[in-house]
């Protein structure tokens, strides 16, 4: 205990030379920058424009098709598939038993594909077609009216679609890890198909479309912390206590079956992230460039709180904690991805790496939970943390690409509420999504199914030949 204690002062005491960001301000703010650039300007309703404004909007040009634009965003999506197939399905499949290791896969893959169909039909066009606060519309239903010249910015519209649904996809599938080996597969798919409908799209319609709640009260979030991580980290808990423990979970050794699996998925998802954050900027630009760095930088940090921390309480650094802290790392960096600067980057990958620590093992403890692979200690614990230092480290004092009159009080306050939002929203829409499963189809295997293994009673085939 005291060397946990030491461990979590000596992450924490490095916030004391915060001073050392000062050196990364940038001249000005790059993400807001383009942002207003893309902005379209709106006179007020009840006054008319003036002829010279008349003549300016007249001879505003109109968004133009950028080659380098598209080419990154296509590979971004490319690199967030990855991520999930097969990064994630490997990361969390080698944490299986190897009795239940296809199952993990085939939960990862099914939804990829499930999630990415269903964002097509009417998932896009809630999220981000109009509406109100919480809520788009059904104009996009089926993609109605995008077609190959249709625009989202300089890219195609056809391209942002694709990546949005990468992230939809994702986020559904991280959820497995909570739950894994003790679930039927008709269950997954309904929960995921409920929760997704009602949790994930009007989280994120509120942070990321233009008329959402969250968007206009100025939260901060560029890639996901919490439409995608604090979104599935709670979803992931409230699963594990609705479903309940594994079959002797406390009296039996839950050993991962191959932790070479799980770094090579480790090592997927950190490449992959790189579409992910940088891909956020949603342009070949310096926020890209910006969010690409820092993406490596605070996972690398994580990494190394994690694997210290773990050497002070256990006295030895293991495989697992440095892939652990890695991902840790990774989320935490995802909603300040494009608002810190490099060295404030470090500073959270070195907070969020000991925080997670904790996470998966005395706020585990605390809570009773068999989180299998420890999404809500990883994602829901990281995504919080990231969420929260984005209003820190985006202050100009502190490195970030905010201006002067940026308030780290007023931001943590916005920050606050858009976490507290998506943990009550998800909670709510994932503990009724689990219990209309449970009516319909049933959550659990019977025992004897989940004694022998998910692979061969629900799937009818095994990862490993005897």
């Not at 598209?70 to 690199?79: D, H, I, R, V």
């Not at 925080?355 to 093992?361: A, I, K, Y």
């Amino acid at each position: 205990m005291k060397k946990l204690i030491v461990s979590l002062a000596l992450g924490l005491s490095l916030l004391g030379i915060g001073g050392m960001a000062v050196a990364q301000q940038p001249a000005s703010d790059p993400v807001a920058t383009e942002a207003a650039a893309s902005e379209p300007a709106a006179a007020p309703a009840d006054a008319a424009p003036a002829p010279a404004e008349a003549a300016s909007a007249a001879e505003a040009p109109a968004p133009t098709l950028s080659t380098g634009d598209t080419a990154w965003m296509l590979t971004s999506t490319l690199l967030v598939i990855l991520m999930t197939i097969p990064g994630l399905a490997l990361f969390y499949g080698g944490l299986a038993r190897s009795k239940n290791m296809l199952s993990v896969l085939i939960q990862v893959f099914v939804i990829f594909s499930l999630i990415t169909v269903l964002w097509a039909i009417y998932g896009y066009s809630l999220a981000f077609a109009g509406g109100g606060s919480f809520i788009g519309t059904f104009d996009k239903l089926f993609l109605k009216g995008i077609t190959p010249e249709t625009l989202s910015g300089t890219i195609p519209e056809y391209v942002f679609v694709a990546f949005q649904s990468t992230f939809a996809a994702i986020t559904c599938a991280l959820i497995v890890g909570s739950y894994a080996e003790r679930i039927k597969f008709s269950a997954v798919l309904l929960f995921t198909v409920i929760w997704f409908t009602f949790s994930y799209l009007p989280i994120a319609h509120m942070v990321w479309a233009a008329d959402g709640w969250l968007f206009k009260d100025g939260a901060l979030d560029f890639a996901g912390g919490t439409v995608v991580h604090i979104n599935a980290g709670i979803a992931g808990l409230v699963g594990a206590y609705v479903i309940g423990k594994r079959i002797g979970f406390g009296k039996e050794a839950f050993t991962p079956h191959s932790l070479t699996l799980t770094m090579v998925g480790a090592s997927l998802l950190w490449v992959g992230w790189f579409g992910f954050n940088a891909g956020s900027a949603l342009s070949a630009n310096g926020a890209a460039g910006l969010a690409f760095i820092n993406t490596i930088l605070a996972t690398g940090a994580a990494t190394l709180s994690w694997s210290a921390g773990e050497a002070l309480h256990k006295g030895k650094a293991s495989m697992l904690g440095a892939a652990s802290g890695a991902v840790g790392g990774l989320v935490a960096i995802t909603p300040a991805a494009g608002f810190v600067g490099p060295m404030g980057s470090i500073l959270l990958g070195l907070i969020a790496g000991v925080v997670c620590l904790w996470g998966v093992g005395g706020l585990k403890r605390m809570l009773g939970a068999d989180d299998s692979f420890d999404v809500f200690g990883v994602h829901g614990v990281g995504g919080i943390v990231g969420a929260l230092l984005t209003a820190v480290f985006a202050a100009p004092g502190m490195g970030g690409v905010k201006d002067d009159a940026y308030s780290i009080g007023a931001q943590l306050v916005i920050q606050f509420k858009g976490v507290g939002v998506t943990i009550i929203w998800s909670a709510i829409v994932a503990f009724i999504a689990y219990k209309i499963a449970d009516l319909v189809v049933g959550l659990r295997p019977s025992e004897e199914d989940e004694r022998e293994g998910l692979d061969i009673t629900s799937h009818g085939e095994t990862a490993y030949s005897k």
